[in-house]
Every structure is written in C-alpha cells, then in structure tokens.
C-alpha cells in the first residue's frame, strides 16, 4: 500500500468526490444561491495549489515522517509491546482527537483564525467547502502532524488510512445532501455527520464554536462543544461569517489574500 500511496490518496479522492457531488445534484439538503460555477473552480483550485504545495515542500509527507519514526525507534508507540491492531486503532484516535484540538486552537488564536477564516467564510456549505483551505493554514496542519507522527511513532499505515479518511470525511460531512432525520441520528453516534457539521458553519458565533470534529463526533460531547442543531434549522440557518459575503470574496485571488486583510 505504501508503495502506491499517491495513487491511493487520488483514487479515493476522486471516487469520494464525484460521488458526493452526484449526491448533492440528487438529493440537495439546501438550496444555493450562488451558483457551483461561482464557487467550485475557486475552491478546487486552491485544492490543486495546496496539493503541489505539500509535495513541493514535504515529498514524503506524514507518511515519510512514520517510516523514520520507525527505522529510528522514535516515538511513544514504537517503545510499547502491543499488538499491531492495537496500536493502528490508537493511532488513529489519538490522531482525531489531534485534529479536533487543532480545530479548536484555529478558532481560538486570532492570528490562526485568519487563515482558517478562509474555510468558513464560503457563503454555501458543500462537499467543496471541505476542501477549502488557506496554503498557510495547510502547511502548518502538516507541520503539526509532523511532529505528532514522530513524538508518537504512528505506524505509516495508520497515517495513509488516518489521512485518506480524513480527507472522505471532510468531504462528506461538508455534503450539502439530504439524510433521512433517523439515519442521521444513528450515524452521529459515531459519525460526523453533515447536518451535524454545517452547524460549525453558522454565522453565528456560538455556534461557528461548535461541533470541531471531522471524523469522529465523541470529541464534542466530551468536551462540551456539540451542539444538535443551529437555532435557525437546517434550512433557516445562514452559512459563513458576517465579513466577506459578496460574490468577489469567493474568488480565488481574494482567498489567497484574505487573511492579510483586516476587513
């Protein structure tokens, strides 16, 4: 696996992401106002840069972090005797719960909310939106994660499964798809589900500090940030923030400079 592992991480990209915006065409949990073409190549393109920018500047990536973890003895995990399968499933909650916390500091360091602001400032909630980050903010998640991998000695499977999951979830969690109300409530149990997570994605910021998590929805009622449903409901709610709500904002040349912006 490891040895295809750009193609994997491709593979599942693309396969994940046709199929959720085939969904949204079919079953839309709300309409849109802005039309795909206003928003998609704007969000996809930062996709594109932040992808040549990790492999420009991190070749081998978290994955290569694992692997010199590994021949080194390097980290918390390659100094314990369990089993295998136990130290993949610790890896990857201990990596959630990583993200999670991450997520919060990004919305609570004002310097760090500038560049997450980017994410949250689409004014539609849709698979692309999960895909939409600052350059900035994604070289410094990598840096974080860097570092993690090698304190912790996560074994490089476990970031190549931790990473392609991460990424499907992003992506179906940001879905603008419609789920049955009992299967919703099922799924966010253990899932983070996108009625779940469009909560994050209000205006209003009581609930813009809710619900951080990508993958596993146990982090927030652990620690006190979920939240059911926004105030406004689903349909009534409104996404993004105060600042930057015009069509101009959305382009991709204003994303790139937005956080140096004091507006």
Known sequence: MLEHE??????CFACVLLVMMLWECW????PQQ??????????LLLVVINTLLLRLFFPLAAVGAAILASEHGWGLFNLLSIPFWLTLVLSLLVLDLLIYLQHRLFHAQPWLWRLHRVHHADLEFDVTTGLRFHPFEIVLSMMIKLAAVSLLGVPALAVLV???LLNASSMFNHG???LPKRLDAVLRLILVTPDMHRVHHSVIPHETDSNFGFNLPWWDRLFGTYQSQPKAGQLGMTIGLTQFRTPAEQRLLQLLLQPFRRK
């Open 176 to 178: 603008n798809v419609k």
């Open 27 to 30: 079953a839309p949990r709300r």
């Open 34 to 43: 802005i039309g795909r073409l206003g928003r998609w190549p704007h969000n």
């Open 6 to 11: 750009p193609w994997i991480r491709l593979g």
């Open 162 to 164: 931790f990473e392609v």
